[in-house]
């Protein structure tokens, strides 16, 4: 996963354009993802899918013609989305156009302008105050021009057509952890789950935030019906703590079964109540489709101080925050595939399990053993009203236990599943 | 508000009779209350209205002819309701109608008997201590006769029937706080909302305490439908943080509403939950009526020394602690006023709000300001089931930032508001 | 109470056999039980009624012929159901069948074997560990065989056949807090309750742990509609604070009225939520009954050291553990026996209490008293809908004060009672 960031660190993305074309074509050296692309000009529920942004070169030049600012030494100095412009501008004029962090004076901030027409370029604040008075000439050789809006899809079919969405977003330029972490740990998810049997079937989406989402929604608005379960993906490769923010109903099952995998975990986390803003997790959940899909990260968007800015760079991310995210994905896929509810075939007193081998054969012992309070916990509640979450939640006991102890059960005859669910 | 409690302050007012008739004229100088007067006699639902009682004279004079107890130095002198009486007694007879506090010896406390034919006086333990034996002569010039009961009411008409009930009891005698400030605060509120716009009517009650809304809901049976908000006025005038007592529902709009007043306004307060000793909300809350009606107040009747003694002066009432009540009180109907339900005309997805000039025009910044959270939270939950305060509750946001922000998306065509609410 | 459960203790008891018959002869002097026998054999649910067990003789003898474990010294060291033998073994065969517990070196566990067939002997580790080597003589003169499974039965008729369980296990041999002391309490209990008069009828059972109650179930299923509230006793007479685990319900009434018994003895106590791993409520609350049974101890089996061991004695269990498990049981059944719901003949506004005799006649005062408390509430929430239980939890006051107040009420005429609950 590491190696994927590293190459895909470099391009110069945005929400449409080649960069989000060479980006897209990276993932699919690791998994067969389908491209797709919608013509700009396309409505999609309240906006319009917009001009295609591509830029080759831009630079801003100081009054004694020395390059100062150059797009080839770091993809976030133009103000993404930029017009282009060749001038020379006196300082004045030029710093209406010059955006940088004084919290953070040595690094270069992102900021873009994707919908209102404008150009600029970021900088380091503390390159900002030695710029001395003269006429600067900037150059930005982009275009903005009728194409497409570019985004990859993969589909896993499963055993159902019920589904779960994982959707990272694309569009930003060299930050590592907003998201190429995002993108590689959903790759490489993807990757790992084409090898599995599967209950659930498993769409992934690459694709610009906000419009990109806006635009999926738009043009698959009947299929989303079919969504179980969903998870935005976001700043997986940073050393915080996993954070996880639920969806707007905020007791989904994937809500619960997120929280069940970092309650158990024994590790640090955090789970946030819903909020409108966010990713693309904001579409999803927006009311007309309130969808139940979460936001997995470790560290929140804009609660690093590196966020959105090229201290997001190779070294903030590292493979062991990425691996651990990836575990912990497929633990909590691990809960999605195997919930299910069951009834208990003999409901009335507890069946005789000592018979069956599968119950301590020397009575009298001081306390009841977990697996065995598994077996008991399953067949109490299995009376076609709790799932094995529900039971996890109200014993516990963790997911697994209680998994496998349904699997004996069921494996004995004791147990039926319950095919309404 | 301070000078009306100065004024009404040595009226001796009881649950009928003249004192009531004194302190309406002058809540009617400031507000064109209409005076009710009901005979007695008339059946009140469980309830008789009592004779109308009046009183002109009270003393006692200790053996050596010395006048040692008088009407004329405090009104709580007498025991309210006390029945005429001329007669001289033994200290040991008297004593079974006197009435002193021995844990504030200096004080004289308030007490009554309306509805039990005796006679007595109030007077300060450490007095009571020091009388010598001997005969005592005793005289109350008292009246009570077949009369009426007296109550003020004031309507200020809104755009709709809907009403917000406002209920101050009128009853004490000379006790500022209890409930003077109460009247004050009423009185100055009924004036100020008669100069703006109203959504709601506004139903303001000034009646005796107990026995008044008893009557007054028995001859409004048929109407009180029509209360969707109510607060009863009490103790508004003294030092404490400001308290309130949920209606009987607990989720009454109106707990909501004075929960999120108090607590965005930066200052201690106490919530407390409904119960059926206190004013007239116990007869507003009764089972056969469940109004929507809490108890707003500073320090709890019963909860200061002061309650119900001479202590609750015009120096225990303080002018700023009037006005931080009135206040408060006009954020709450702030809230009532301006509560609705809308929905979001683009519930799938956001609307794009940058092409409306509401929304930051540069992306990528750090941070969600929370102008823009608000107009976010307000398109994500309106869909028809959730209110401004329902909104505000959920957010962690204040009231007036969701009811701008709604206002705004309203302005720009993005809401439409739910008429059946 | 404590009496009983000397004489009980010396028994040999086990799930079935003369140790049983004894045990309930035993309590037959205090309580007319029926004593019921189901043969073996017979099916009940998922399992069928073993063979009967009876022990004469058991004993070790070492390599030099002594009798180092023996019967006859404490019914413990036989490994209650084993099969009968008489073999010489090495040490190392031996041990197959020793039963020790290594962080109680000088205690004697408690183990059995009901359902598979074994023969063995229980003793201290200190004892196991200074076994030398040689042939060690073993017998045990037991037998297995079709006979019966014992249990007693104890119904009181109350005025409606609406049923209050209170069920003992009765298998466990020479340990006096698990269970002697529950069988103690439920037969007193029953003794008691048989000289008042009862609006509900109480069904005692004294019967063999497990077995036994999917016995009784299997027989009464279609009874067991008519329970409306259910106790297990178990380890009663320890100095532990009362603990209660609620059934599987959670909010049944048995399990609120506990609550408030216990709430308001003074006293520490736990509740405990449902977990299907315990004693007899394992099978009231299995799915296919879900019965409002709770299970009511002092210490929570297996959470004394004592617990299954030769420790759990005559002196583990005192008298005035006993009395106070008898207290509050009567407590608790008191809540049962006065809860009922009550209308409000007044509901709209209070009636005039003082005119009836039962409210201060001065009026002023600067508290309300606790019996005039409970007075409102009851009439504030006598609207159909709540229990004197539901009143008391609201309110903050104790159900007798609860009680009481109800019963004023009703004797001025004030409420009726609600026949439909």
Chains 1, 2, 3 share one sequence.
């Not at 190459?7 to 990276?26: D, H, M, N, Q, Y």
């Not at 139940?292 to 470790?298: A, Q, S």
């Not at 009298?364 to 077996?375: H, I, N, P, Y």
Request: charged share 25%; proline share 5%; with cysteine.
């Amino acid at each position: 996963m590491y190696r994927l960031v590293t190459e895909l660190f470099p391009i110069c993305r945005s929400i449409t354009g080649k960069g989000v074309r060479e980006t897209l074509a990276l993932v699919q050296e690791r998994v067969p993802i389908d491209i797709r692309e919608v013509p700009s000009g396309t409505r999609v529920f309240d906006w319009i899918v917009p001009k295609e942004w591509n830029i080759r070169e831009a630079w801003v030049k100081d009054p004694a013609g020395k390059k100062i600012i150059d797009l080839q030494k770091s993809n976030l100095h133009v103000l993404n989305y930029s017009a282009p412009i060749h001038a020379t501008l006196s300082l004045g004029e030029l710093k209406h156009h010059l955006y940088s962090s004084p919290e953070h004076p040595d690094w270069i901030p992102y900021r873009t302008s994707y919908y209102n027409n404008n150009w600029g370029f970021c900088l380091p604040h503390n390159q900002l105050l030695g710029l001395s008075e003269g006429d600067y000439e900037v150059f930005i050789d982009s275009s903005l021009e009728d194409g497409h809006l570019t985004y990859g899809e993969h589909y896993l079919r499963g055993e159902t057509e019920v589904e779960v969405l994982i959707s990272a977003h694309i569009c930003h330029p060299s930050l590592a952890n907003d998201n190429l972490s995002g993108i590689a740990v959903a790759a490489f998810l993807a990757d790992h789950l084409s090898k599995l049997p599967l209950k659930y079937s498993y769409r992934f989406l690459f694709i610009p935030g906000t419009i990109g989402s806006i635009t999926w929604l738009s043009l698959n608005e009947s299929e989303v019906c079919r969504i179980k379960y969903g998870l935005v993906f976001t700043c997986l490769g940073d050393s915080g703590k996993v954070t996880y923010k639920k969806s707007r109903r905020g007791d989904a099952d994937i809500d619960r079964a997120v929280t069940e995998v970092l309650k158990n975990s024994g590790e640090a986390f955090e789970i946030r109540e819903f909020s409108p803003y966010g990713y693309d997790e904001r579409q999803f959940c927006s009311p007309g489709f309130n969808l139940p899909v979460g936001c997995l990260m470790r560290t929140p968007h804009s609660q690093y101080p590196e966020y959105h800015t090229s201290a997001d760079n190779l070294d903030f991310v590292r493979p062991e925050y990425l691996a651990d995210s990836f575990t912990k994905c497929l633990a909590i896929i691990e809960i999605l595939e195997s919930d299910r509810v069951y009834w208990n075939l003999n409901p009335k007193c507890e069946p005789q399990l000592g018979k069956r081998g599968i119950y301590s054969q020397v009575g009298g012992q001081t306390d009841g053993k977990s697996d065995e309070l598994a077996l008991l916990w399953v067949l109490n509640l299995s009376d076609g009203k709790h799932s094995l979450l529900d039971i996890a939640e109200r014993s516990n006991l963790k997911f697994s236990a209680i998994a496998n102890a349904a699997q004996v059960l069921f494996d004995k005859g004791l147990l039926r599943q319950d095919r309404s669910t």
